[in-house]
């Protein structure tokens, strides 16, 4: 196959392009002398075909290999992000951030990197901090993009939500009026951190957050949180649920006059020992037997459960050993549970602590100003349903990689958790659609790579798709999405 001249009667050889034996051969040569000529002449051709009919045809020997890529979980990803309308916002650096975040979480420039070499996409290494301002008042833009698409696709209808807090440690001993030392949920006390506040539906899709200083004690963290969200969207009738660190008559009386409803952990350990003995005979160690009764901060239900019972038993019996084995030793005895001090030098068992914690096992509590139209049950359920918030800080934490943070700026932490929220987001949708985890779906999809080729006789590159498994149009199907 050769491409020629015919000027004043005389023919001269212009490219060869190669030899074929088959049809394919002659074709794939026939596609690229075509491609050659247009190249060269600058010309479309007379009897040109459809552009929609090109063929990616060409002769292996005549390319070379020079890389792949993984477009396709980067045109799957950009989907999802259209059904939520983040890319409405019109911001191409934030997405393709938080793209990464789900593929490869990375620091914001090594993000930059892995952009360009999983999809050939480039922004300036500067682009991001030139963008901070920008980012920043996006924050209740997003929230309700995230709402929205709760009540369209996951049946959200604002009349229970989860809260919980975490905290988030930096990679620096250096605080200030946002980074502060508190109590770390990571073990990581000696570090400066920022507590996050995170509610999210029954499924545990991520609908709002809010970032804290790290000093700031969890149970001031719900009232601002909560009223925020129930005043942003306008709500009427809305129960939180939350752990037994959010109590107290602060609390109960601010949810109260927001005309909030709630159900939150109790501390039976501050219960008084006649009230505690009351609740343990009634619930007469039955399995799922429960009890209700008025006090200061709403109805406390509680309930028995034999496979608690059990594991609280041997707890106390393990901590109840120990306690004898430091008095063995009163030099080496040390604060325990079970052991309390008579004076500085002497220290003997703790037997009405020990009582109080027979009574108290296998019991569980809680209290809410839901009314006696909601059955116990219902209410223990909604609680145990807390278990989703610490989930997606799971994923957050772990899969996601939100911590340590290496930002050091206010506005730098802000956007770094603005990111890490769709990103949490869009993940959640995932694993809620597909019932699967993230880095399952996430291994699946990166399977199917594009290898480049360059042809060596136009310059031209072609692009050569893995054939997409099963497993990946499965996932695909179960979010909605066409392969």
């Given at each position: 196959?050769?491409?020629?001249?015919?000027?004043?009667?005389?023919?001269?050889?212009?490219?060869?392009?190669?030899?074929?034996?088959?049809?394919?051969?002659?074709?794939?040569?026939?596609?690229?002398?075509?491609?050659?000529?247009?190249?060269?002449?600058?010309?479309?051709?007379?009897f040109d075909k459809d552009e929609n009919?090109?063929?990616?045809?060409?002769?292996?020997?005549?390319?070379?290999?020079?890389?792949?890529?993984?477009?396709?979980?980067?045109?799957?990803?950009?989907?999802?992000?259209?059904?939520?309308?983040?890319t409405a916002i019109g911001n191409a650096?934030?997405?393709?951030?938080?793209?990464?975040?789900?593929?490869?979480?990375?620091?914001?420039?090594?993000?930059?990197?892995?952009?360009?070499?999983?999809?050939?996409?480039?922004?300036?290494?500067?682009?991001?901090?030139?963008?901070?301002?920008?980012?920043?008042?996006?924050?209740?833009?997003?929230?309700?993009?995230?709402?929205?698409?709760?009540?369209?696709?996951?049946?959200?209808?604002?009349?229970?939500?989860?809260?919980?807090?975490?905290?988030?440690?930096?990679?620096?001993?250096?605080?200030?009026?946002?980074?502060?030392?508190?109590?770390?949920?990571?073990?990581?006390?000696?570090?400066?951190?920022?507590?996050?506040?995170?509610?999210?539906?029954?499924?545990?899709?991520?609908?709002?957050?809010?970032?804290?200083?790290?000093?700031?004690?969890?149970?001031?963290?719900?009232?601002?949180?909560?009223?925020?969200?129930?005043?942003?969207?306008?709500?009427?009738?809305?129960?939180?649920?939350?752990?037994?660190?959010?109590?107290?008559?602060?609390?109960?009386?601010?949810?109260?006059?927001?005309?909030?409803?709630?159900?939150?952990?109790?501390?039976?350990?501050?219960?008084?020992?006649?009230?505690?003995?009351?609740?343990?005979?009634?619930?007469?160690?039955?399995?799922?037997?429960?009890?209700?009764?008025?006090?200061?901060?709403?109805?406390?239900?509680?309930?028995?459960?034999?496979?608690?019972?059990?594991?609280?038993?041997?707890?106390?019996?393990?901590?109840?050993?120990?306690?004898?084995?430091?008095?063995k030793n009163p030099k080496e005895t040390?604060?325990?549970?079970?052991?309390?001090?008579?004076?500085?030098?002497?220290?003997?068992?703790?037997?009405?602590?020990?009582?109080?914690?027979?009574?108290?096992?296998?019991?569980?509590?809680?209290?809410?100003?839901?009314?006696?139209?909601?059955?116990?049950?219902?209410?223990?359920?909604?609680?145990?349903?807390?278990?989703?918030?610490?989930?997606?800080?799971?994923?957050?934490?772990?899969?996601?990689?939100?911590?340590?943070?290496?930002?050091?700026?206010?506005?730098?932490?802000?956007?770094?958790?603005?990111?890490?929220?769709?990103?949490?987001?869009?993940?959640?949708?995932?694993?809620?659609?597909?019932?699967?985890?993230?880095?399952?779906?996430?291994?699946?999809?990166?399977?199917?790579?594009?290898?480049?080729?360059?042809?060596?006789?136009?310059?031209?590159?072609?692009?050569?798709?893995?054939?997409?498994?099963?497993?990946?149009?499965?996932?695909?199907?179960?979010?909605?999405?066409?392969?």
């Amino acid at each position: 196959m050769q491409v020629v001249n015919y000027i004043e009667r005389k023919i001269t050889l212009a490219k060869h392009i190669g030899s074929g034996r088959t049809n394919e051969e002659i074709a794939a040569l026939l596609k690229i002398a075509e491609t050659w000529i247009k190249k060269i002449s600058r010309q479309q051709g007379l009897f040109d075909k459809d552009e929609n009919q090109k063929s990616n045809l060409a002769l292996l020997d005549k390319c070379e290999y020079i890389g792949f890529r993984y477009n396709f979980i980067y045109e799957i990803l950009i989907k999802l992000l259209d059904r939520f309308e983040f890319t409405a916002i019109g911001n191409a650096l934030l997405h393709d951030l938080v793209i990464m975040r789900i593929i490869q979480p990375a620091s914001k420039l090594q993000s930059l990197e892995l952009l360009k070499e999983y999809f050939g996409i480039s922004h300036r290494r500067q682009t991001f901090y030139e963008t901070l301002p920008k980012l920043l008042p996006l924050k209740d833009t997003i929230e309700k993009l995230t709402v929205k698409l709760a009540k369209t696709e996951l049946a959200f209808d604002f009349s229970l939500v989860f809260y919980d807090v975490t905290t988030l440690y930096f990679e620096s001993f250096s605080a200030d009026e946002l980074r502060k030392n508190g109590f770390s949920k990571d073990s990581k006390s000696q570090q400066p951190q920022i507590v996050i506040g995170l509610m999210v539906t029954a499924q545990g899709f991520p609908i709002a957050y809010e970032v804290f200083p790290g000093n700031k004690f969890e149970g001031h963290t719900l009232i601002p949180v909560v009223k925020s969200f129930k005043d942003k969207h306008q709500i009427t009738t809305l129960t939180v649920v939350a752990d037994a660190g959010m109590i107290s008559m602060e609390n109960v009386t601010a949810l109260k006059e927001s005309g909030l409803q709630y159900i939150v952990g109790a501390r039976l350990g501050n219960i008084t020992p006649k009230t505690l003995a009351s609740i343990s005979g009634t619930l007469s160690r039955r399995s799922g037997a429960t009890t209700r009764l008025t006090t200061l901060y709403g109805d406390l239900i509680c309930d028995f459960s034999e496979k608690r019972y059990a594991k609280d038993k041997r707890e106390m019996e393990k901590q109840i050993k120990k306690a004898e084995e430091l008095l063995k030793n009163p030099k080496e005895t040390k604060r325990t549970k079970f052991i309390k001090n008579i004076d500085k030098t002497t220290y003997e068992m703790n037997n009405a602590l020990i009582e109080k914690t027979k009574l108290l096992l296998g019991i569980k509590g809680y209290y809410t100003n839901l009314d006696s139209s909601v059955s116990d049950q219902t209410i223990i359920s909604h609680y145990h349903n807390l278990w989703h918030v610490e989930q997606a800080f799971r994923v957050a934490k772990n899969d996601l990689e939100t911590r340590p943070i290496f930002h050091f700026k206010e506005d730098a932490i802000k956007v770094h958790m603005l990111i890490c929220f769709m990103a949490l987001a869009v993940s959640k949708y995932m694993e809620i659609q597909t019932d699967k985890s993230l880095q399952h779906i996430i291994r699946t999809l990166k399977q199917v790579t594009d290898a480049r080729l360059l042809n060596t006789l136009n310059g031209e590159e072609i692009i050569m798709r893995a054939k997409i498994s099963g497993e990946a149009k499965n996932i695909l199907e179960k979010i909605g999405l066409s392969y």
